[in-house]
Structure formats: structure tokens, C-alpha cells
């Protein structure tokens, strides 16, 4: 065997194991992926089932919160434009 020889298969070899450290590492991270979305998944279910009664056991609080989160947003969007609009005159 010449020494381009060992050095090709030393070389394939070391790639290989690259390769195959490579692939664990990516199947660890893909379980830990999967599980951190279960989880997530699970947390915003419980948020959407306690939003779901508060919303069930509170309707009429419930429209008004949303009427001032709403009004607040389409306020701050107006205020946004007009300032936009005063930049360009200015």
C-alpha cells in the first residue's frame, strides 16, 4: 500500500466518522426539537382552555378587554401614519 493509499483510506475513514457523529448529533437534536414542541404545544393549549373559560365565565368583561386592546392598537396605528405623514412633509 503506498503512502497516497493510507492517506486516501485514513482520510475516507476519518470522514466517515465525521459523518456518522454528525448524524447522532442531529438525531439528539431533532428528539430535543420534537419534545420542545410537545411541550410548547401542551403550554399554549393550557393558556388556550384558561382563555376559553375566562372568556366563557366573563363574556361581557371579556368583550370590553378585547374593545380596549383593539381601540389601543388602532390608535397607536393612526398615530404611526400621521407621524409617517408629518416625516414626509417636513
Do not use: C, H
Amino acid at each position: 500500500m503506498t503512502d497516497m493509499q493510507a492517506t486516501l483510506d485514513s482520510t475516507r475513514k476519518m470522514a466517515a466518522d465525521a459523518l456518522d457523529r454528525a448524524s447522532a448529533s442531529m438525531k439528539d437534536l431533532r428528539s430535543g426539537v420534537s419534545e420542545r414542541a410537545g411541550a410548547a404545544q401542551r403550554y399554549v393549549g393550557d393558556y388556550a382552555r384558561t382563555g376559553t373559560r375566562y372568556v366563557t365565565e366573563n363574556p361581557l368583561k371579556s368583550a370590553l378587554i378585547a374593545a380596549a386592546v383593539g381601540a389601543a392598537v388602532a390608535g397607536l396605528i393612526i398615530a404611526l401614519r400621521n407621524r409617517e405623514d408629518r416625516d414626509t412633509w417636513f
